[in-house]
């Protein structure tokens, strides 16, 4: 039993050794050596400081440093650097498990995350770089920013130490279409290309942006043939039974080969075909829990088998994956709101720009009407005094002639000040529109004390959305304020005051009900004169102020009364839109 | 015709509209009070029965507007004339109250026809 869990060690803790009480290396598993570069006998017996970098400080004392930070005898994911046979430096993430017995043993875990920290640094640098262009082109495409990065990782996987497949392929989930869609792949279509890559590649020094620059600069690779490949993939996610939805969906790697289980399903077959592949990894590419996408990465150009090592790797290497993918997922989203706010902002001070033009013009205009005004005052009294002595002196007067024209010349004057003022913009002639929702509302907020003293119910009942009514708010205001005050004043205690507002072709229709005595037959005609109240305060101009004022914006007043049962005021005035429409 | 002449009150901060309108409406018979301010025109309505007020908008301390509103309020029926340099208070429904609306002009004619004419209705009722 003993025996079959160290068998299998490998196989669940991958890169481990096993250290001494003096720190020494007594055991380390087939990953290690393969990290490393060193077999197991060559290491047996060296101190562990020997695996990090020269230049690590305290590197002598490093386990026992390490020690000090340790909780309950572990660390966990302590990140470093350690240095490989060749003396590459790898970034590596290690654990370590203090083991008590007669003697101190530590067992120390790691993954190699080179790929993964350089990509983030590599992505860290690009969004920089995108943040910066931002300020100069704003509204720039990011495609082809997208295209850097998602090359970028299809470069680790295919060229980076820890990873090293021959091709990788990368496919997102489309939520629009509900698909699963290539989107961007590398890898040589064939041996000789595989070759020449790879020779420039392996000869260059391994940090992956010099790996990236190199890929770039080796030409456009987007109508390569692994890219038209992996463009025409397109699988929907209804087809859970589809190899690589079925992937998808179970968020678990799965590898593509003879003695999978999946083995035989036609997709599988399909998969094979599509790849000229005979072994194949699936990676699923997870965002808090959701599946985004899949990494296909193969050795179908060497030929070599998918071991335990690379399949750790690259599932490792999807989380960093698919956190890039979805930080640029959100910077085009914050660029394009950024574009979006921009372009706003811009309409926003062209009209601003347009607004303090015309507002200067309009005080301009106001400014000359001011002193017309005040011109035709005193002018008025020359003018007056003038003709008052002109009735007065007969045709042969010395001053008749000389005070006639004072009379012409004030007369003139008066003309060209009524000129200009009839051309000068009046202060508020611009008609404004209002929303007769929120006048009410504001009409009955304010009667709210009265309303309440005499115990009134109020329903206001306004349909949908009503559109803007051609008039000044204080003008609607001076209506509804009238005709609701008058609707209270009628009702003894305990009434029902309905307001109504609903849309009726190019007109609101607004509708003011209520509860009191009703108006006799034989005063309904008196009602619009001019000071005919029953109220003891009234001034009986109410009314016909809102007779006028409606009249005044093309709108009808009708009113409906019911002896003993109430009345019912309606005011009709048109909207602004379809005015504006016809 | 009665025979008391009828009363008309200018209500008017400016002096020579005050003069130059007290000659003329004299001229046609009528008896002419003056006030130079809005307030003091209240007064004078308080103490006497008047037949017709001529009154200015613009004015120092209360305006014509609020004056009007007053006027209404306290004398039911009681004609006003708004005689004003500006043109542009017509728009402004609390104006509308006033019987009538003239913009002041060398040229008086159009105050004294509206004068008499609203002085003619009385006398008939």
């Known amino acids: ?582 | 015709m009665s025979e008391t002449p009828k009363k008309i009150l200018v209500i008017d901060d400016e002096e020579n509209v005050r003069e130059l309108l007290k000659l003329e409406f004299s001229d046609l018979g009528l008896t002419v009070l003056t006030a130079n301010s809005a307030f003091n025109g209240l007064q004078v309505l308080k103490d006497q029965k008047v037949d017709l007020v001529v009154l200015d908008i613009k004015m120092p301390g209360m305006d014509g507007i609020e004056a009007l509103e007053k006027i209404i309020s306290t004398q039911r029926g009681l004609p006003v004339i708004i005689h004003s340099a500006y043109s542009h208070y017509k728009d402004n429904y609390l104006t509308w109250s006033a019987t009538s609306y003239v913009v002041k002009s060398g040229d008086l004619s159009e105050l004294i026809e509206k004068a008499q004419e609203i002085l003619a209705n009385q006398e008939e009722e």
């Open chain 1, 1 to 582: 039993m003993q025996e079959l869990l160290f068998r299998n060690m490998d196989k669940i803790l991958h890169a481990w050794m096993l250290l001494d009480g003096e720190n020494q290396v007594v055991i380390w598993s087939r990953p290690a050596a393969e990290h490393f570069g060193y077999s197991a006998e060559e290491v047996a017996g060296k101190p562990f400081h020997l695996l990090l970098p020269a230049h690590t400080p305290n590197r002598e004392e490093y386990i026992k440093l390490l020690e000090l930070d340790s909780h309950n005898g572990s660390v966990i994911n302590h990140r470093t650097q350690m240095a490989q046979r060749s003396g590459i430096i790898m970034d590596v993430e290690l654990s370590m498990h203090s083991l008590h017995d007669e003697e101190n043993f530590k067992l120390i875990t790691f993954a190699n995350i080179t790929e993964a920290t350089e990509l983030q640094h590599y992505v860290n640098n690009k969004m920089m770089e995108l943040v910066e262009r931002f300020h100069f082109f704003h509204g720039k495409d990011l495609t082809p920013q997208m295209r850097e990065i998602f090359d970028a990782i299809l470069v680790a996987v295919t060229s980076g130490q820890g990873l090293k497949f021959n091709r990788c392929l990368l496919l997102l989930v489309d939520q629009d279409d509900q698909e699963l869609k290539g989107v961007q792949a590398i890898g040589p279509a064939n041996r000789e290309e595989a070759g020449r890559i790879y020779h420039e590649l392996s000869a260059s020094p391994p940090t992956l942006t010099k790996m990236i620059d190199l890929y770039k600069s080796s030409g456009n690779h987007d109508d390569s043939w692994i890219n038209q490949l992996v463009r025409e993939i397109s699988v929907s996610l209804a087809d859970p039974e589809h190899i690589l939805i079925q992937t998808l969906f179970n968020q678990k790697y799965q590898l593509i080969n003879d003695s999978s289980p999946m083995a035989g399903h036609p997709s599988f077959n399909w998969l094979r075909e599509t790849l000229h592949a005979s072994e194949c990894i699936l990676v699923p590419l997870l965002w808090h829990g959701q599946s985004v996408g899949l990494l296909v990465a193969d050795n179908s150009v060497t030929g070599h088998a998918i071991t335990d090592i690379n399949i750790k790797a690259l599932t490792d290497f999807a989380k960093v994956t698919t956190e890039v993918i979805e930080t640029v997922k959100l910077l085009t989203k914050l660029e394009e709101s950024i574009t979006y706010i921009k372009q706003t902002n811009l309409k926003i001070k062209e009209s601003q720009a347009q607004l303090m033009h015309q507002e200067k013009l309009a005080a301009k205009g106001q400014l000359i009407a001011q002193m017309a005004h005040e011109i035709r005052g005193p002018m008025a009294i020359i003018g007056g005094f003038a003709r008052r002595v002109y009735k007065r002196i007969e045709p042969a007067d010395i001053n008749y002639d000389p005070v006639q024209r004072i009379v012409e010349t004030v007369a003139t004057l008066e003309l060209v000040l009524n000129d200009i003022l009839d051309q000068s913009p009046k202060a508020d002639e611009q008609k404004t529109d209002c929303d007769a929702a929120k006048t009410i509302n504001r009409v009955v907020a304010l009667l709210e004390e009265e309303i309440h003293n005499r115990r009134i119910s109020v329903n206001i009942n306004i349909k949908g959305d009503l559109p803007n009514i051609r008039i000044k708010e204080h003008h609607l205001f001076e209506i509804i304020n009238n005709l609701v005050k008058n609707a209270i004043e009628a009702m003894e205690k305990d009434g029902l005051l309905l307001i109504l507002a609903n849309e009726l072709g190019n007109m609101v229709v607004i509708t003011i009900q209520d509860t009191g005595p009703g108006i006799p037959q034989a005063e309904e005609a008196k009602i619009f004169s001019p000071y005919y109240t029953t109220k003891e305060n009234g001034t009986g101009l109410g009314l016909v102020v809102v007779q006028k004022l409606v009249e005044e914006h093309k709108g009808m007043l009708t009113v409906h009364s019911l002896p003993g049962k109430g009345t019912t005021f309606t005011i009709s005035l048109p909207t602004v839109n379809k005015q504006e429409e016809s």
